[in-house]
């Protein structure tokens, strides 16, 4: 029996990114969860851009273990990256696919933090996992040390051939014919922009196109991928879960060999998903909303207007009110106040005997006077 297993998504604990998005992390509980007991040969369907080093190695451990019950096949299903490539190394045979890359760099932590000692502590650590990953690498690759500490320190991305030619693989997938993305590209990118590629890309899609000539051609049709990148058959009168795919030949005769497990992009939106070489999922094209012609729309200036417009007429009964109003309570104040004008006694309510204030010289100088006659008397 043949156990399929499929490690898709970052190695590690599920995450969301800055987006809201959620990804799906993939741990060594959800390897093994995909192994049964009976099983005597295992495929591993590998599109990940890589993640936790000490969760990478515990995955590749295991597959490694497997191997006591019977050959492990590593096939690359996308993207294979950093930490994902020591798992690939897994397999007895490797299978790598023309139509993507497999990159190799040297760790790195991010958003790290700590005095002088931790800082250092942390780079001898991550120091001894690069030497510890190259010497992994030399085990299996033609390129020695001082050649593979250069190529991962630029972050070096592999060619299908180049995996062959180095070492890091064993042969190449089988593809539908012309669904074959050379990997040489106009602009080079980073192997951050191509992890960042893996989680925002969207596939394009496809539909079904014309019979299947001979035997097949009554209950069979071949089915496009998008952007003309190749076709395939399938039993049938379209494409559904459950039915069977397989590959056509250089003429564009049906064969018997399955289609490859993975998902794949036709030409009408929509997306499926093989397993064991039949659809196992289906998804439909999203409808698109239609945008209104500009022509139509209504400039927001205009829109701005009108709601001014609205709200001032809304207003206008209260303010004429409130300005009713305000007049009446200025022309009370201006008929119980005299501005302007010195109040008298009477309007302050003081009687007619109200002491009259004194200086302190004219104090000083009774004080003395009242002295004075009292010195005489003596």
């Not at 780079?123 to 990953?133: F, N, Q």
């Not at 409130?322 to 106040?337: D, G, V």
Request: with cysteine.
């Amino acid at each position: 029996m043949i156990a399929k297993i499929n490690i898709h998504g970052q190695i590690g604990p599920s995450s969301v990114d800055e987006a809201g998005l959620f990804h799906k992390g993939v741990q060594l509980l959800d390897v093994i969860e995909q192994v049964p007991p009976d099983a005597t040969e295992f495929e591993v369907s590998i599109n990940s851009p890589g993640g936790y080093v000490d969760i990478g190695d515990d995955i590749y451990n295991y597959l490694n273990s497997l191997k006591k019950k019977g050959k492990v096949t590593t096939i690359q299903d996308g993207l294979v990256g950093s930490i994902a490539t020591k798992i690939f190394l897994a397999g007895d045979e490797r299978l790598v696919d023309d139509r993507f890359q497999f990159w190799i760099h040297n760790p790195f932590k991010e958003n790290v933090s700590g005095d002088s000692d931790d800082l250092m502590a942390m780079a001898k650590g991550l120091e001894a996992t690069e030497t510890e990953l190259r010497q992994f690498y030399m085990g299996f690759t033609k390129i020695d040390e001082s050649g593979l500490d250069a190529l991962m320190k630029v972050e070096t991305g592999l060619t299908a051939d180049q995996c062959i030619k180095f070492g890091f693989a064993t042969g190449k997938k089988s593809v539908p014919v012309l669904n074959i993305i050379k990997p040489t590209m106009k602009e080079e990118k980073s192997f951050m922009e191509h992890v960042k590629a893996f989680f925002t890309d969207k596939p394009k899609g496809v539909q079904p196109k014309a019979q299947v000539p001979g035997n097949h051609a009554q209950k069979s049709m071949v089915v496009n991928l998008a952007d003309g990148a190749g076709s395939f058959w399938v039993e049938g009168e379209g494409v559904a879960e459950g039915v069977a795919a397989f590959l056509l030949d250089e003429a564009g005769q049906p064969t018997s060999q399955s289609l490859a497990d993975g998902d794949y992009a036709l030409e009408d939106g929509s997306v499926i998903s093989v397993m064991g070489g039949k659809v196992a999922k289906l998804t439909a094209k999203q409808a698109e909303i239609p945008m209104e012609d500009e022509e139509e729309m209504i400039p927001k200036s205009q829109v701005e207007a009108m709601v001014k417009s609205a709200v001032e007429q809304a207003l206008a009964p209260k303010l004429a009110e409130f300005e009713k109003e305000k007049e009446s309570a200025i022309m009370a104040l201006k008929k119980s106040a005299r501005i302007g004008v010195q109040p008298t006694k009477a309007a302050l309510g003081l009687p007619d005997n109200q002491p009259k204030g004194r200086t302190i010289a004219s104090v000083m100088r009774d004080k003395r006077e009242e002295r004075s006659k009292q010195l005489n008397k003596n």
